[in-house]
């Protein structure tokens, strides 16, 4: 059972590269959602989908962007890394509208 | 206020106790509520939904209290398995769509032998 699978697991960028991480769902989940873990901070929303073709900003949605191309696929693109956004990335999978959510195993970002 | 308050621990419990974490939520509106686990370096994991009326998963508790605005999660007979960083989590269903979670810190738990 695949779920939901993030690529790449880790990668490391210099400052002013641009990457994109790849989330892919095979529950066939209308909502997808990009997070960023820090610590003492928990999780938050960076930005989410309600559908194929949409996407919204969540709370900390500065510095990123998404596409939502295919119902499968949530891409969340890095154009200029900063060191702010050494993270880890959660992309999460949900499919209906008030339940939980399903998170893929998270991209470790380190940004120099 | 942050909207969802937890104790961040860590609770450190002898193997077989009974353990309780409370988790407190700000907005009244809120609407599902949920347990999550994450282990260190791992994904969060769905522990339990939290039901008004409570609900039991073999050795998990969860309960809601609107009222008072808390949930709570019982553990009972801890294993040393269940060391992990328990997540509070709030939903609020907000207009346009979407279905914004909001995590507590989390409340790391470590059971000893």
């Known amino acids: 059972n695949a779920g939901v699978t993030q690529t790449p697991k880790f990668r490391v960028l210099k400052t002013g590269q641009s990457m994109t991480l790849l989330c892919a769902q095979d529950m066939n989940h209308e909502y997808m959602y990009w997070y960023r873990q820090d610590p003492g901070m928990g999780l938050r929303l960076i930005h989410y989908?309600?559908?194929?073709?949409?996407?919204a900003k969540g709370e900390v949605p500065d510095g990123y962007n998404v596409s939502r191309l295919k119902k499968q696929n949530f891409l969340l693109g890095l154009e200029s890394a900063a060191p702010s956004q050494t993270s880890v990335y959660f992309c999460?999978?949900?499919?209906?509208?008030?339940?939980?959510?399903?998170f893929g195993d998270g991209t470790r970002l380190s940004i120099l | 206020r942050k909207e969802v308050e937890q104790d961040p621990g860590p609770f450190n419990v002898p193997e077989g106790a009974t353990v309780a974490f409370n988790c407190t939520y700000s907005?009244?509106?809120?609407?599902?509520f949920f347990w999550y686990r994450q282990d260190c370096r791992k994904e969060p994991k769905l522990l339990m939904s939290?039901?008004?009326s409570g609900n039991e998963d073999g050795r998990f508790t969860a309960q809601l209290n609107r009222a008072s605005q808390y949930i709570s999660l019982l553990i009972r007979d801890s294993k040393l398995s269940d060391s992990a960083t328990y997540l509070c989590v709030v939903n609020i269903d907000r207009t346009g769509g979407g279905n914004k979670l909001t995590f507590g810190t989390g409340t790391q738990l470590k059971v000893e032998l």
């Open positions: 999460a999978s949900s499919d209906i509208r008030a339940g939980p959510q399903h």
């Open positions: 907005n009244s509106a809120s609407q599902s």
């Open positions: 989908s309600v559908g194929e073709g949409t996407t």
């Open positions: 939290v039901y008004s």
